[in-house]
Nanobody, 124 residues
């Protein structure tokens, strides 16, 4: 069982930046693929980015491509989501999720260990 804890959510102005952190404990992070999701008010939760075990493969949903960057520091058991040029439509609760994955260089949004979320609000 993995423990997943997100942090870094805040109120930020449009055009601003924010960096979310996700600490995954319970196993060496090198054995784990990680993904970020978000759920806006009144909408379904959506996968927005994921990163492979070795960090060399990443995926982004179209709405965040070019603005968000996912990265990982296995020594710190932490995965990050750098969010730039934030827009009001990025307002959501952001969730981190993780799973053991045999393959080193891929990721997906089928996750089974979830954090409780961190709120990001983009507003003037």
């Amino acid at each position: 069982q993995l423990q997943v804890v997100e942090s870094g959510g805040d109120l930020v102005q449009p055009g601003g930046s924010l960096k979310l952190s996700c600490v995954v404990s319970g196993s060496p992070l090198g054995a784990i693929a990680v993904a970020w999701f978000r759920q806006a008010p009144g909408r379904e939760r959506e996968g927005i980015s994921c990163i492979s075990r070795n960090g060399y493969y990443t995926r982004y949903t179209d709405s965040v491509k070019g603005r968000f960057t996912i990265s990982r520091d296995n020594a710190k058991i932490t995965v990050y989501l750098q969010m730039n040029n934030l827009k009001p439509e990025d307002t959501a609760v952001y969730y981190c999720a993780a799973k053991f994955l045999r393959l080193m260089a891929t990721c997906d949004y089928d996750m089974n260990n979830w954090g409780k979320g961190t709120l990001v609000t983009v507003s003037p």
